[in-house]
């Protein structure tokens, strides 16, 4: 295994895969695959935090996403990544959780009998992300989850368990390092001016999309009336994604709220572990909110499955009604203990001493039952047939 492609096609999925890359790139042969929504102008073209990190092998697709349709999205990438797999003909695919881009990268490997590294599996949610990200699983040999929790799930899908890496979610390995700016200087290059603040971001649930206009305005009511500063950071390019720009941009010119496309991760981080809390229906809300112990607010059914374990305990869940939103908000207490639910801050270096592991894997795969012996099928073969 000498050659290893990264497909990374959001701000949030390269968040997590930068810690991976650069450490995969003291002993392998790296490649960067740039697509989706980093290429797109209302996103903040963020392609460029890609380049600006300097790794040697980076391509942006030409392949630019601008379909409100899932399903086009997935065709636009496949075709622009067959062609690029051709040409540097990789050994492996690494893939993170349940974009359509990164179900285009299992699909091209495995079409193509190229071996796929899917990062954080096993995740529950409440949305088809869920089934994307299942799917993913399907077609990767190898399986590199946050949690002991997630390899159960794994193996559930009929998985070897041999391939199935628990190093805990990568972004950590930022999060607990010393590599993040400080909150004064991140506040200085953002021109924010809040001494205190919340942080709120709001997905579209593509499965609810006659209800998104409804749910995101009931929550900007709520944070107008709680008179909290807001930092507001853009949605993901989801069918729905412009009914929750077009709201969120009526507080442009709000003196308590800031609006960015995008923030760079360590940015981001920084302002995360200094913020009063997060509110909204993103997963930084349940995992990331979770290692510093911030308080969170999650709406609705996008984080359903994660909200109400019992490690969570920094987290309210509510329906998404104004009253009840705000109800959230007063109730807010200070950061709780931290939780390493998530990981200790070491993933990349269990994540590249796994892939030295595994040389001689094949891309055809088995299922594994769980459960099930030969000798009760063979009990169910002689009692139906015979």
Excluded at 51 to 72: G, P, Q, R
Excluded at 172 to 185: A, G, K, R, W, Y
Excluded at 225 to 250: F, L, M, T
Aim: with cysteine; proline share 2%; net charge negative.
């Amino acid at each position: 295994m000498e050659k290893i492609v990264f497909i990374t096609g959001t701000r949030a999925d390269y968040g997590k895969l930068k810690p991976l890359i650069k450490e995969a790139q003291k002993s392998f042969n790296v490649f960067v695959y740039v697509c989706g929504m980093h290429l797109l102008e209302r996103f903040g073209y963020t392609y460029q935090s890609v380049l600006d990190d300097n790794f040697e092998n980076v391509y942006c697709a030409t392949a630019i996403n601008h379909s409100k349709n899932m399903d086009i999205d997935l065709a636009n990438t496949l075709m622009d990544l067959n062609v690029y797999l051709q040409e540097v003909k990789p050994d492996l695919l690494v893939v993170h959780g349940d974009r359509v881009e990164a179900l285009a990268g299992a699909i091209s490997g495995m079409l193509n009998n190229i071996l796929v590294a899917h990062v954080e599996g096993g995740e529950v949610t409440g949305t088809v992300d869920e089934s994307i990200r299942h799917s993913i699983s399907k077609m990767a040999q190898f399986h590199f989850v946050a949690n002991y929790e997630c390899k159960l799930r794994i193996l559930q899908l009929g998985e070897k368990e041999e391939n199935i890496f628990v190093i805990g979610s990568p972004d950590i390995d930022v999060m607990l390092s010393s590599q993040l700016p400080s909150l004064d200087l991140v506040k200085q290059m953002h021109q924010i001016t809040f001494r205190k603040f919340a942080i709120l971001i709001y997905h579209p649930v593509t499965t609810e999309l006659s209800s998104i206009q409804y749910h995101i305005q009931q929550l900007m009511l709520a944070t107008e009336e709680s008179k909290n500063n807001y930092i507001i950071v853009y949605p993901n390019n989801d069918s729905g994604s412009d009914i929750i720009i077009n709201e969120i941009e009526k507080y442009k010119k709000h003196e308590r709220y800031k609006l960015f496309q995008s923030l760079p991760f360590e940015d981001f981080l920084s302002l995360l572990k200094h913020a009063q809390f997060i509110i909204g229906n993103s997963s930084a809300g349940i995992r990331e909110a979770c290692v510093y112990g911030l308080p969170a607010i999650d709406l609705g059914s996008r984080q359903q499955g994660r909200y109400h374990k019992s490690y969570l305990r920094n987290v309210q869940h509510t329906d998404g009604q104004n009253k009840s939103i705000l109800s959230c908000i007063n109730q807010i207490d200070s950061h709780k203990i931290a939780s390493s639910y998530f990981g200790t801050g070491n993933s990349a270096s269990l994540f590249v001493e796994a892939l030295k592991s595994k040389y001689e894997e094949s891309t055809q795969k088995k299922f594994v039952d769980i459960g099930v012996t030969e000798q009760a099928i063979q009990n169910y073969i002689n009692e139906v047939c015979f």
